[in-house]
DNA sequence: GACCAGGCACATC
DNA sequence: GATGTGCATGGT
């Protein structure tokens, strides 16, 4: 069944990578930034944009208010599409201080359906960076699909090649225990393993999951 | 120089 | 609904 084979994947990639620790951000609006600047980027190229964020003493929601949007969009240059980026961010902000008062300590209250649906409505956050924002600044039992869950999940046979994103994410949170922890260290595996041999080439001699059956879907890209 | 990176919105068919 | 394109820096 799908969850043994999970529970099999997870134990190999722990084996072999052991604890990631993501998200590597110490407050929740960092680790916000992040997801956001992350997108299709390099994380390096993000470390230098908040590094930038925080020497500007920048680093808050009120802060990143104030900011004239040309000062905020230099700063994060770093991380690549800056000008698109900054106005993401601004949004984000935007819909923080029209809702909650710029303050995410309220969003702890909110339910995480209602909670993602709302994210989902900021131009800027589609689901993977809401479900980034869900899993790892809110700690919510969300599990985050990217690039390179999809692409292991298909070649491993974990689900049909065409599957979007929603069927990727029903398919580990409803094959899953429901736990948070274990929902982050998953993914953060997932992500080492794609980053080292799950590239658009695969690199199987040394994945360790080579050993699993029925590897490579020849049908993945 | 080519290729890739922890996506997303928007246009077009 | 599927597919194509612009957005951009920095490492290999």
Redesign the pocket.
Known sequence: MIAEKLNEIYQLLYDSFGPQH???GKTRFE?IT??IL?????????E?AIKNLQHADCLTPQKIKNLPPEKL?ELI??????????K?LRNFIQWLFENYDGQLEILESVATDRLREEL?T???????????ILL?ALQREVF?I???TARIAIRHHLTEP?A??EQLRDLFQSSLPSDVKLFNEYH?LL?QT??NF????PLCDKCPLKSLPHTINPQCY
């Open positions: 993501w998200w590597p680790i992040g997801a992350t997108q299709n980027t390099n994380w390096k190229n993000v230098k969009a240059r770093p991380a690549g599409y800056y000008k698109v980026k900054a993401r989902l900021v131009k800027g956050i589609g689901r993977e960076t809401a479900d980034s790892y985050v990217d690039t390179y065409r979007d994103y953060a992500v794609g980053k799950c590239k658009p080439k």
